[in-house]
């Protein structure tokens, strides 16, 4: 009987691992990407399901998934699952997610999706009544950041940041209080130059260089601490 049946585990394990390599050797992800795409009649978009779920995590997307495909009324269920992980994935990110404590990736292309994104960046951040908001505080993996319109008028200076590079350009520093919107109800007394030189491209792919000080130089220095992964908890 134990013969018979170890015949029949081997017998069936090429079967088995067919399985997994059909539910995508890639793990969840891929797997609940290629369900939507083929639930939603979309195959050839299964790159960007993949995209979103990525970001917006596999619970939230399970949970968008399941009541999208509940509703038989829905005419465009693919458009709808966009746009409700789009706007669920607004959400700010805060401490300690995994996110906040990493170096971000670069940003290789402005494309059309990229700009939505910082339109919905700068809502958030209006929202969350904050004055800067960085890419992974609303869980993305990008060097990318934007600050409040008013402020960067101010200054005469851009309100978007891709790829920047940030440095001090006075050995003056100040001291002063600074919250975080992913670390609500802390406040904390930070040094940091009262002068930067920065380098960075706007959302229309125009370069910009220029010296920032006073309000500006301190906001553009906590972003740009986002961009490394650090936080006003690790000064
Ligand atoms: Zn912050």
């Keep these: 009987m134990r013969v018979s049946g170890l015949t029949k585990i081997s017998k069936d394990l090429p079967k088995i691992k067919e399985k997994k390599r059909e539910r995508g050797i890639h793990g969840p992800i891929h797997a609940l990407a290629k369900e939507i795409s083929e639930t939603f009649g979309e195959p050839k978009k299964f790159a960007m399901y993949l995209g979103i779920i ?16 509940q509703n ?17 994935s607004m959400e700010i990110v805060k401490k300690p997610a995994a996110i906040l404590a990493k ?19 700068k809502k958030a951040m ?52 600074e919250g975080c919107l992913s670390i609500p109800g802390t406040w904390l007394k930070i040094k940091r130059s009262k002068k930067v030189k920065v ?22 220095q906590h972003e740009f601490d986002h961009l490394q992964g650090i936080l006003i908890t690790d000064k």
Excluded: C, W
């Design 54 to 69: 990525k970001n917006i995590g596999l619970k939230k997307g399970y949970k968008i998934f399941s009541e999208i495909k």
């Design 72 to 88: 038989k009324k829905i005419r465009s269920p693919g458009k709808l699952f966009v746009y409700q992980s789009t706007y669920r």
């Design 103 to 121: 170096k971000l990736k670069s940003v290789d292309l402005i494309t059309p999706n990229l700009k939505r994104i910082i339109l919905k960046m």
């Design 126 to 177: 209006k929202e969350a009544s904050g004055i800067g908001l960085a890419a992974n505080q609303i869980g993305l993996d990008m060097q990318l950041f934007v600050i409040d319109e008013n402020l960067a008028q101010e200054y005469k200076a851009p309100s978007v940041y891709i790829n920047p590079e940030i440095k001090p350009y006075s050995k003056n520093q100040e001291e002063l209080e």
């Design 199 to 220: 380098k960075s491209v706007d959302e229309e792919g125009k370069k910009h260089k220029f010296i920032a000080k006073g309000m500006l130089a301190r906001v553009l």
